[in-house]
């Protein structure tokens, strides 16, 4: 062996273990490294084979528990073994799979070592199965990049249940949330509550031929009633006796061939139709099975008449979020409204009459949301990524309210014409703001800040990851940061762009 070799891989005395005060846990690690370095192929990945020499070099330019090495060329960023890149394979397309986390900087193996370079990219568009993967392949290094990352979430998830020590401790534990992310790292569907970021989706728009076809070939005198399942339909046959004396009923209920669905007989059932199908006025019932479902557009969009359940309950969807509803479909109800959405008791039979009969006076224009058109999804997509990444929206769009008790901040601000804004949650969680309203205290709770009026007791939020727009309890009153928001883009203030 010649000295260059020996010097180049550091076969000589240069290995010993280093005892440098600047570098108290170095000896421990190489310890560790010498009984563990086979537990995770990650390792030989960055070229250590079992030598001192190695574990040295690795936990000094890979980690950073030991010195760097005298002997070692600084210069340029260490490079890990066997990674070589394919000619024209930079042009290719980002994907994020379990098989080719590589393209992310992350060494094969379990997920002890970390990424040795910045991420490729800026943001990492992804679900919660893949956000399982990531965990799995980047272990620790996820926590480094977490803030790169956006969960496309289609019901979304509160604060509560994303917080893992406080979900654990106070029984939001899911299989779903603790991810300890912001949650307005969360991109839902339907704008269910603020604390999540609205992305939606894009729904087809009309042309003026398409328009004046579906007004031509409307028929006035037929309701479909979404309910898939016959469960859905027990207990409803009141409301439906009165629907039937106005309209022929159409059912979607699933059946198998030799077993017919229970529903009325005057109820003519197509079982499961695909969308495309439904271009009827639609009767949704079951609160708890169309919560937030797409089909609302797809029947406001030709110009149709939806008649909505009024219903106030907490409910726990895939137990990620536990919002107090108003209806079957609040953006529906709060948003669009009359003429294309009526809410409707129908319990209340004189009420449903009614309704009926006021659905078929009057004319429904095709209707689309410019939030859900191609244009409205991209300007709200392009405001995230260019402002979620300093404060934003601008604080001149706070508007500071108190809930009553057992209010949430959603309910508040929304009574009042505004949105709950959890990011200016900051600008007033503080003494200056609820001094006034009693003893101060702080803890970890997620209807913080808030007050007692009969303790007369206040209490700021300790943990920034729980400031939620949605919780809410009997015994408190919160102090509410809304905002106003753009006509069609309620995700947006009007100073937002």
């Known amino acids: 062996t010649n000295v260059f070799s020996a010097v180049r891989d550091g076969t000589s005395s240069q290995c010993e273990v280093p005892k440098d005060p600047r570098y108290p846990e170095c000896p421990g690690k190489v310890d560790w490294m010498r009984a563990r370095w086979t537990s995770d192929p990650c390792y030989a990945f960055y070229g250590v084979d079992g030598s001192d020499c190695s574990f040295l070099v690795y936990l000094s330019e890979v980690e950073w528990f030991c010195p760097p090495l005298a002997w070692r060329n600084h210069s340029s960023q260490p490079s890990p073994q066997h990674v070589h890149q394919a000619k024209?394979?930079?042009?290719r397309p980002v994907s994020i799979q379990a098989t080719q986390f590589y393209f992310l900087g992350v060494p094969p193996g379990r997920g002890s070592c970390p990424l040795t370079g910045p991420l490729p990219f800026d943001l990492i568009y992804t679900d919660y199965h893949g956000l399982q993967q990531m965990k799995q392949h980047m272990g620790l290094s996820l926590k480094r990049?977490?803030?790169?990352?956006?969960?496309?979430?289609?019901?979304?998830?509160?604060?509560?249940?994303?917080?893992?020590?406080?979900?654990?401790?106070?029984?939001?534990?899911?299989?779903?949330?603790?991810?300890?992310?912001?949650?307005?790292?969360?991109m839902t569907m339907f704008p269910h509550t603020p604390d999540n970021s609205f992305m939606g989706f894009v729904s087809e728009e009309l042309n003026e031929t398409e328009k004046r076809s579906i007004q031509q070939s409307k028929v006035n005198s037929m309701a479909v009633v979404y309910g898939k399942e016959a469960s859905m339909w027990k207990g409803k046959e009141g409301f439906l006796q009165i629907l039937h004396k106005y309209m022929e009923v159409h059912g979607t209920v699933y059946y198998e061939t030799q077993r017919p669905p229970e529903v009325p007989a005057f109820v003519k059932n197509h079982g499961l139709l695909p969308n495309r199908d439904l271009v009827f006025f639609v009767l949704y019932h079951g609160v708890y099975f169309i919560l937030r479902h797409f089909m609302y557009l797809s029947c406001i969009i030709p110009g149709h008449s939806?008649?909505?359940?009024?219903?106030?309950?907490?409910?726990?969807?895939?137990?990620?979020?536990?919002?107090?509803?108003?209806?079957?479909?609040?953006?529906?109800?709060?948003?669009?409204g009359s003429p294309h959405v009526i809410t409707v008791d129908y319990n209340n039979s004189a009420e449903f009459d009614t309704a009926i009969r006021e659905i078929m006076r009057r004319k429904v224009e095709p209707y689309?949301?410019?939030?859900?058109?191609?244009?409205?999804?991209?300007?709200?997509?392009?405001?995230?990524?260019?402002?979620?990444?300093?404060?934003?929206?601008?604080?001149?769009?706070?508007?500071?309210?108190?809930?009553?008790?057992?209010?949430?901040?959603?309910?508040?601000?929304?009574?009042?014409?505004?949105?709950?804004?959890?990011?200016?949650?900051?600008?007033?969680?503080?003494?200056?703001?609820?001094?006034?309203?009693?003893?101060?205290?702080?803890?970890?709770?997620?209807?913080?800040?808030?007050?007692?009026?009969?303790?007369?007791?206040?209490?700021?939020?300790?943990?920034?990851?729980?400031?939620?727009?949605?919780?809410?309890?009997?015994?408190?009153?919160?102090?509410?940061?809304?905002?106003?928001?753009?006509?069609?883009?309620?995700?947006l203030c009007r100073d937002c762009l």
Request: proline share 5%; aromatic share 12%; glycine share 6%.
């Open 145 to 186: 990049h977490k803030c790169h990352i956006r969960v496309i979430d289609t019901f979304g998830t509160e604060p509560a249940y994303n917080h893992e020590e406080y979900a654990t401790l106070h029984g939001y534990r899911t299989n779903w949330g603790y991810w300890n992310l912001n949650a307005r790292q969360y």
């Open 306 to 336: 939806i008649l909505s359940v009024r219903a106030k309950v907490d409910h726990g969807l895939f137990a990620i979020v536990a919002v107090q509803v108003s209806s079957q479909h609040p953006y529906a109800e709060q948003y669009i």
């Open 88 to 91: 024209g394979t930079a042009k």
């Open 368 to 491: 689309l949301p410019y939030e859900y058109t191609c244009e409205g999804m991209l300007e709200r997509v392009h405001a995230y990524i260019q402002q979620q990444v300093r404060p934003w929206p601008p604080l001149s769009s706070l508007r500071l309210l108190v809930s009553e008790e057992g209010e949430s901040c959603v309910e508040a601000c929304r009574s009042h014409g505004f949105i709950c804004e959890p990011a200016h949650f900051r600008f007033i969680n503080n003494k200056e703001a609820l001094r006034r309203y009693g003893v101060l205290d702080s803890e970890m709770n997620h209807i913080l800040p808030a007050f007692s009026v009969l303790r007369r007791e206040c209490g700021l939020q300790r943990e920034p990851l729980l400031f939620s727009c949605a919780g809410h309890s009997p015994k408190y009153r919160r102090v509410c940061p809304c905002r106003d928001f753009r006509r069609g883009q309620v995700a």
